[in-house]
């Protein structure tokens, strides 16, 4: 069982804003000690590094794609890690893909949850 569901795509258009989640579930993650990351991969297109965070959320890093436009958090209460999506272009649109590495692991992703697509169109 992939311990790792994303929500929150959808259809928006140009300009618009999304909240995607990737929530934690089971005993397989410890998601209070792990770094979460989002990836990001648009048809035809190899994957592409969008975000990541360290366990407590001290640490952020964002890929080329996500620069003054998306933001990363994370709420280790609720095991669950956000991915804010503002001032959205079509070429933004992709499937949004969380990912988790476990503690020690530095950032080499352990888990990958399902995905959620993000479509940007007018």
């Known amino acids: 069982q992939v311990p790792l569901a994303e929500s929150g795509g959808g259809l928006v258009q140009p300009g618009g804003s999304l909240r995607l989640s990737c929530a934690a579930s089971?005993?397989?993650?410890?998601?209070?000690?792990?770094?979460m990351g989002w990836f990001r991969q648009a048809p035809g297109k190899e994957r592409e590094f969008v975000a990541r965070?360290?366990?407590?959320?001290?640490?952020?890093n964002y890929g080329d794609p996500a620069k003054d436009r998306f933001t990363i958090y994370r709420d280790n209460a609720k095991n669950t890690v956000y991915l804010q999506l503002t001032s959205l272009k079509p070429e933004d649109t992709a499937v949004y893909s969380c990912?988790?590495?476990?503690?020690?692991?530095?950032?080499?992703?352990?888990?990958w949850g399902q995905g959620t697509q993000v479509t940007v169109a007018s």
């Open positions: 965070i360290n366990w407590n959320g001290d640490v952020t």
């Open positions: 089971g005993r397989t993650l410890a998601f209070g000690t792990s770094a």
């Open positions: 990912a988790a590495a476990r503690a020690g692991s530095g950032w080499e992703w352990d888990y």
